[in-house]
């Protein structure tokens, strides 16, 4: 798939580079995913990130137990009502992810240019020599040359925490490696990555199903991000997973996408996943580093076109340890604004990072400042082209209603909901102006009881970009058969006003639905 170039609209005033950027109540249209962990889990630092900007927590059951997760998410409950910041919340599956086991937990140094035995047999004690690993079928899926890379977390095979391994030798179960890099592996667990060999284990493992129907169930999670995903039959087997465990039906499946399997798979995974989660560590590893790119920009592209969230990982690994990214690094996250992606992943940077909320803070910065020279007029003729003629009822009005917010220079998009698929709608147009997608609750009984809908639409809209969401009180319909609803409008533009998105004099699109017709309305705020 080819990308086209994304230029600014209009040339940038190099005085304009020396101003300060603006702090407004929406740090950015692009979201911030923050994984929660060992430096980020306290109430008074969730608090910080989520003032920082974050609007999804991530809680990786790579490691760490449910009780662990399950007192920083008590703590995350506490963090979103002391400030007021609606946040969702995402499982990380394990998957078929290959673990080196150190029950000592004592370092392990290796050493450039010597031998190392990967080993299934767990009952042996890690050494420089010897690594045991979780997994009896490496010596049957790999072969003399193969790479293989191991490492906490961060590993890219040129920082000291990761190691750069050959195969060299398959004697019986054990695989023989050549260190091509000196390293010191540190902690319990560290994962193993083999470039471009297929692992014959299943996507979604029988521990990732326990984690699920438990503390999945217990906590109704918003997202579950399906690592390693690898078909489309991946996405298929876990939604019908889900659709057994009561409320979970309603949970979104982000597909991971890790290696080359997984790429070869893209379009058909991108059909059955509600999102795709570029996770460019693994990629940057079964890919050439001068091809990772063209996949992101490819890759982007299509989730926009789709109208599905796209969502990129390791940006800022510097940060982990520095309060500054580097220049590279800065560079690489607008350049993800300005591909079309959705949303940031921070991992270790906010998991065990020493600075959660600068990270935050700062990566929001920059996607703000990308976002201010983002070609919309490109992506909007672009994307009103690939859907083509005739557009679906949906398509017609989203699209309009942002063609009329942009011609009339109005600061805010308004839209009524029940589903939240109209408002996620105008956000695949990326609309200059934040969407305010006022969530309208709807009455549901199972026969033994009745509840309200809507909690679940509002927190699935805080990974899409430019997408605001607003539970509205259920008392208001979605649907009227008389004009807009103005005692709810009325709720909503207050909620801009003190968001300092809208002021008087400020236009601002309405779309909602008037019985069986859509309804497009623009208003001018009085004083």
């Known amino acids: 798939m080819h990308s086209s170039h994304l230029f600014p609209e209009e040339p940038i005033r190099m005085a304009s580079i020396l101003e300060p950027s603006n702090s407004t109540f929406f740090p950015a249209m692009t979201r911030i995913v923050g994984t929660l962990g060992p430096n980020s889990r306290s109430v008074e ?10 609007s999804v927590a991530r809680f990786d059951f790579s490691w760490g137990d449910a009780e662990f997760h399950q007192e920083t ?22 998957g078929p992810e290959l673990q080196v086991v150190n029950k000592s937990e004592h370092p392990i140094s290796l050493q450039e240019d010597t031998l190392v035995v990967l080993t299934p047999d767990q009952d042996k004690e890690a050494t420089s020599i010897l690594l045991p690993i979780n997994f009896s079928g490496l010596a049957k899926a790999v072969k003399k040359g193969d790479t293989i890379f191991i490492g906490q977390y961060l590993f890219t095979g040129s920082e000291t925490t990761s190691v750069w391994l050959e195969v060299t030798e398959v004697n019986g179960e054990d695989v023989v490696c050549l260190i091509k890099n000196s390293a010191t592996l540190a902690g319990p667990l560290y994962t193993l990555h083999v470039s471009q060999i297929h692992i014959d284990l299943p996507t979604l493992t029988d521990k990732d199903k326990e984690v699920i129907s438990t503390w999945g169930v217990r906590n109704n999670i918003d997202f579950l991000s399906l690592s390693y995903t690898r078909h489309a039959q991946d996405v298929r087997h876990a939604r019908e997973f889900l659709s057994k465990l009561g409320d979970l039906k309603q949970t979104q499946i982000f597909a991971k996408i890790e290696n080359v399997e997984g790429l070869h798979h893209f379009d058909e995974i991108l059909q059955e996943a509600d999102g795709i989660i570029l996770s460019r560590g693994n990629l940057g590893i079964d890919l050439p580093p001068e091809k990772v790119f063209l996949f992101q920009k490819a890759a982007v592209y299509k989730c926009n076109m789709a109208g599905k969230p796209a969502v990129v990982t390791r940006v800022v690994d510097s940060m982990t340890d520095n309060l500054r990214p580097t220049r590279a690094e800065a560079t ?22 020493l600075y959660p909320v600068e990270t935050i803070s700062i990566v929001g910065k920059i996607c703000s400042e990308a976002e201010k020279v983002f070609n919309q007029d490109l992506y909007f003729k672009r994307t009103v082209k690939y859907v083509g003629e005739p557009m679906t009822h949906l398509e017609s009005i989203a699209s309009s209603a942002v063609r009329a917010a942009i011609k009339v220079k109005a600061s805010l998009i308004i839209c009524f909901t029940s589903s939240g698929r109209a408002a996620r709608l105008i956000a695949k147009y990326r609309p200059t102006m934040p969407v305010l997608s006022v969530v309208i609750p709807r009455v549901q009984t199972n026969q033994l009881r009745w509840r309200f809908s809507g909690a679940f639409e ?18 208001h319909p979605a649907e009227t058969t008389g004009a807009t609803n103005e005692s709810i409008l009325k709720i909503a533009l207050d909620h801009g006003r003190v968001a300092g998105v809208v002021k008087s004099h400020d236009r601002v699109v309405i779309c909602q639905k008037v019985g069986d017709a859509s309804v497009i309305k623009i208003i001018e705020l009085e004083d």
């Open 458 to 475: 509002a927190r699935q809209s805080l990974i899409v970009r430019g997408l605001f969401p607003m539970l509205a009180d259920p008392r």
């Open 73 to 94: 998410l008590g703590n995350l409950k506490v963090a979103i009502k002391s400030t007021n910041k609606l946040c969702a919340v995402m499982l990380d599956t394990v």
């Open 332 to 353: 690489d996250v607008a350049n993800a604004v300005l591909d079309g992606t959705d949303a940031i992943v921070l991992g270790a940077e906010t998991l065990r990072g």
């Open 45 to 54: 630092t969730i608090s910080g990130c989520l003032k920082a900007g974050m």
